[in-house]
């Protein structure tokens, strides 16, 4: 019972969203998804995002950490510390600027290599 998102907040992410997915306002949402995982049973507005079922299948994909990142920055815009921004984020820190510039490196560096073995067998 204590899972599931209080009505009251439902309803003011429905209206948040104007009913349509957060990302492409398709009016075929599929729900609401959790950024913070569901089991720690945090339910502010800011954690919870209406999708369609494309991108509700993709954020519990490759999405998701853009979405913890996109969190944690909304968060580091509202002035909180990184002690503040972990205990919101459920006690973890799920993608800070360092891991983000690492995996921004590691894309480059692949597609880098990609293209030389393209261009030079
Ligand atoms: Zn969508
Ligand atoms: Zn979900």
């Known amino acids: 019972m204590a899972n599931r998102i209080p009505t009251g ?3 003011e992410v429905y209206k948040r969203a104007n009913h ?3 990302l492409c306002l398709s009016t ?3 729900g609401i998804h ?4 569901r089991r720690k049973r945090i339910h502010r507005p ?3 995002i209406l999708l369609c079922k494309r991108h509700h299948d993709l954020a519990h994909g490759p999405m998701q950490i853009h979405l913890q990142g996109g969190l944690q ?3 580091k815009m509202k002035g909180y510390d990184d002690d503040e921004i972990r205990e919101l984020m459920g006690g973890k820190y799920y993608l800070n600027e ?3 510039m690492d995996i921004v490196r590691l894309h480059f560096l692949k597609l880098y290599k990609n293209e030389r073995m393209i261009n030079f067998g």
């Open 28 to 30: 075929h949402v599929d």
């Open 73 to 75: 920055l909304y968060y």
């Open 34 to 37: 959790h950024i913070i995982p």
């Open 46 to 48: 800011e954690t919870l």
């Open 98 to 100: 360092e891991r983000m």
């Open 20 to 22: 349509q997915c957060e």
């Open 9 to 11: 907040t439902r309803e």
